[in-house]
């Protein structure tokens, strides 16, 4: 089934490990974006690319660092991780960069730091 | 600043009619989606406004008004599987999405 698959689905890590969170789309979309969703906040943009080689910063990303090697692979890493990163992570594509359209999203990477 | 206000929760009976509001402001617009999402799941693509008016698909329709601010999501007979958190999101400029936390929907027999 085509789509975007994120591992691990969940993981406590503790505090001042490195974590890298993996997502891969079989769509060849365009864009790809890192989001983290905590309770009674929206969405929040980590990271960003827009295409193959490039990346871009979101509304929150600070402690986290991205790549984009190839169309297919957007891995998130967290270098030293911190409690304040306790969160449900999701990967996402769309076809266009520039024009959201429909995203798609992973099923989502539930990390705890203690 | 950006601002996206929905009602945290909301409940309905099935196979009534809700209507969930969102209210914006942000810096720049493209348009506004909606999305939905079950407990533990990923958000999933309902619906995207971009010009005044009404859209209907199927059993949702969305509303959008750009010079008020305003959109909603009219969910018609409502069935126990609509019970989810609805996402409102604005594209702004730079591509990026501005997301409202969500109102969760309880549907009750």
């Known amino acids: 089934i085509a789509g975007i698959t994120q591992a691990p689905t969940s993981q406590i890590l503790a505090a001042g490990r490195r974590m890298t969170l993996r997502c891969t789309q079989d769509?060849?979309?365009?864009?790809m974006y890192w989001y983290r969703q905590d309770l009674g906040l929206g969405l929040r943009l980590i990271h960003y690319?827009?295409?193959?080689?490039?990346?871009g910063k979101g509304e929150v990303p600070d402690g986290y660092s991205v790549s984009r090697a190839n169309t297919d692979d957007f891995p998130l890493t967290l270098a030293s991780a911190v409690p304040s990163q306790t969160s449900v992570y999701f990967c996402?594509?769309?076809?266009?960069?520039?024009?959201?359209?429909?995203?798609?999203f992973g099923e989502g990477s539930r990390l705890t730091v203690l | 600043g950006q601002n996206i206000d929905q009602p945290t929760e909301m409940t309905a009976t099935e196979g009534a009619i809700v209507q969930i509001n969102c209210t914006y402001q942000?810096?720049?617009?493209?348009?506004l989606f909606w999305y939905q999402q079950h407990a533990g799941e990923a958000p999933t693509f309902l619906s995207y406004?971009?010009l005044d008016g009404l859209e209907e698909k199927g059993r949702f329709s969305s509303f959008l008004s750009r010079s008020k601010g305003y959109s909603y999501l009219l969910l018609k007979e409502l069935q126990m599987k609509d019970s989810a958190s609805y996402l409102c999101?604005?594209?702004?400029?730079?591509?990026?999405?501005?997301w409202g936390a969500g109102t969760k929907l309880i549907i009750k027999p």
């Open positions: 942000t810096s720049g617009f493209n348009g």
């Open positions: 999101a604005v594209w702004e400029s730079n591509y990026q999405l501005i």
């Open positions: 769509m060849r979309h365009n864009a």
């Open positions: 406004n971009v």
């Open positions: 996402a594509s769309s076809a266009l960069a520039g024009d959201p359209g429909e995203l798609f």
């Open positions: 690319s827009n295409t193959a080689g490039t990346t």
